[in-house]
């Protein structure tokens, strides 16, 4: 029951038809280094961030590797933002706590928002943990190692106002050399009642425009074809040089990145419904290197639940940015969300208007959750979390049985049309075909005939699933 109410998605479902990376930017295991293995979970603000915290410990004389059997300290970069994701990493600890019994003297540390969450009680409730660090920690970390080698356990969970590791040159861990992320911001002020993000995460700030437009000019420079901008609420995206004499927002921003290469896509998550603007919409517009793919959470379609979520937009507001979405870019332009079933109260009629929503908008993708209560949080304090585990579970499946509906038929559109695909690789399903991602964040899955990783192909869609679209390679 669990599984399904943490797995869901759509798009983890195109994940699985997703590319076979090959695993080319692992450092070189220099004999006399010590090295470090780092595991990410949670969203990719996380995978961006172990990618900081890789380029610290490279300083500091370690060298990452993928062999967990190999390391002297492994980092757990974990999540917090439903139980079943503390779950996850508290099984992982129980499988490593072999590892540091052949090895006692292998450092275990927990970073990122369970980290953060709890603190030093994570050293109490774990003892397998020699090293705690909340994410604006990670300058730290070198530190911190240095303390827990001497026997001692170490912590530093101090929240900043200002951190954005701005001047780090992230590692490149996992990439494929084609696609990668940058992180425009940090932290979230939003407040919505479910959520322990703010609390994990602390205050949001922007980074420094010119180190984003930088660190895309060397991603181009390196060959990479594709960047995503990221932050918990990009729109809000706002930077001021300290002279005031500059400011830029986010689709200024976008602009930037856009303008370095018309080679380069650009895609960019998370949008909040609230502060997405026309500007915004009429930028990716006009660069035809910025994807037609917008995330939209919604995480409910019910106004009164929508208030309880304290999510500042109503049903009506929502449904007028979908309007000006298709309006500004077009009935094609990709458009996926996220959605909780059984928050607080919520009723059978409320949950049926979720379902109208969904039919409204006609998504392409969703992520979908069954609502768990994370403490601390203002629904924790303030209402009952009142469904039932096994309702919350039959209205999600109802809501991922309406999205593979809408999933399917907004892929069939594409049938009899060529497309523009970034290849990322070879398919996962047979090394004689390669996949890569349409302008609207699609798996394309096509025979690789003379073409390569890196490279533009323009595919006749042919076949399609809810997750996978087939096709043919036309140029
Ligand atoms: N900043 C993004 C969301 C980040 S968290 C935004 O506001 O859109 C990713 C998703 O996890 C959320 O959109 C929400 O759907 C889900 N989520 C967050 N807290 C949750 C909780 N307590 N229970 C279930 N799902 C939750
Ligand atoms: Fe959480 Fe809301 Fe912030 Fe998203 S916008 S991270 S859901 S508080
Ligand atoms: Fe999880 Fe923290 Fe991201 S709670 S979803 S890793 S911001």
């Known amino acids: 029951m669990e599984r399904i109410a943490e797995t869901l998605t759509i798009l983890s479902e195109a994940d699985k038809e997703a590319c076979d990376l090959p695993r080319i930017s692992e450092d070189e295991l220099t004999v006399g280094r010590k090295r470090l293995y780092i595991e990410s979970y949670g969203c990719q603000m996380n995978f961006s961030d172990s990618e900081i915290v890789a380029s610290v410990m490279r300083n500091a004389g370690f060298a990452t590797t993928s062999e967990v059997t190999e390391a002297d300290v492994i980092f757990l970069n974990t999540c917090a933002i439903r139980e079943n994701a503390e779950q996850k990493v508290r099984n992982r600890l129980q499988q490593l706590k072999s590892l540091k019994k052949k090895r006692p003297e292998l450092l275990v540390g927990m970073l990122g928002c369970m980290a953060e969450r709890l603190k030093t009680r994570l050293l109490e409730e774990e003892k397998i943990v020699d090293i705690v660090a909340g994410p604006d920690a990670y300058r730290d970390i070198p530190k911190l190692v240095e303390e827990a080698e001497t026997g001692q356990k170490a912590v530093n969970v101090f929240l900043s106002r200002e951190e954005t590791y701005a001047d780090i040159s992230p590692i490149r861990l996992n990439s494929n050399g084609i696609t990668a992320f940058i992180s425009i911001m940090r932290g979230c002020d939003n407040m919505c009642s479910f959520c322990v993000v703010p609390y994990t995460r602390g205050r949001e700030r922007s980074r420094d425009a010119h180190s984003i437009v930088n660190e895309a000019r060397e991603l181009v420079e390196a060959g990479y074809k594709e960047v995503t901008l990221l932050g918990q609420n990009v729109d809000s995206y706002k930077w001021a040089s300290e002279d005031g004499s500059e400011k ?4 200024q921003l976008l602009e930037r990145v856009a303008q370095l290469s018309p080679d380069l896509r650009v895609r960019f998550s998370t949008s909040h419904p609230k502060d997405i603007t026309d500007e915004v ?20 379609g019910n106004n009164r639940i929508l208030k309880l979520m304290n999510r500042t937009y109503d049903r ?3 449904i007028q940015k979908i309007d ?3 309006a500004i870019l077009g009935e094609d332009c990709g458009i996926s969300h996220d959605m909780i079933s059984g928050f607080c109260s919520e009723t059978e009629e409320e949950h049926r208007d979720t ?6 908008a006609r998504y392409d993708y969703g992520y979908m959750f069954a609502y768990s209560e994370r403490p601390g949080t203002p629904a924790a304090k303030k209402y009952a979390d009142d469904v039932p585990h096994d309702v919350k579970i039959r209205r999600l499946n109802e809501i991922i049985a309406l999205q593979q509906k809408l999933s399917l038929e907004r892929n069939q559109r594409h049938i009899g ?3 523009k695909v970034l290849i990322e690789g070879p398919s996962k399903r047979s090394a004689e075909d390669l996949c890569g991602r349409n302008d609207q964040n699609k798996m394309v899955v096509f025979p690789k005939g003379n073409l390569q990783k890196g490279q533009y192909a323009y595919v006749r869609i042919t076949d399609c699933t809810a997750a996978t679209l087939m096709g043919e390679a036309v140029l």
């Open 355 to 360: 379902l109208t929503l969904m039919e409204y």
């Open 248 to 251: 830029v927002n986010f689709a």
């Open 316 to 318: 009506e507001w929502y």
């Open 281 to 300: 919409l009429h930028t990716m517009a006009r660069y035809e290197n910025i994807c037609k793919y917008i995330h939209l959470p919604a995480q409910s």
């Open 417 to 419: 049309k060529i497309q």
């Open 324 to 326: 000006r979405i298709r």
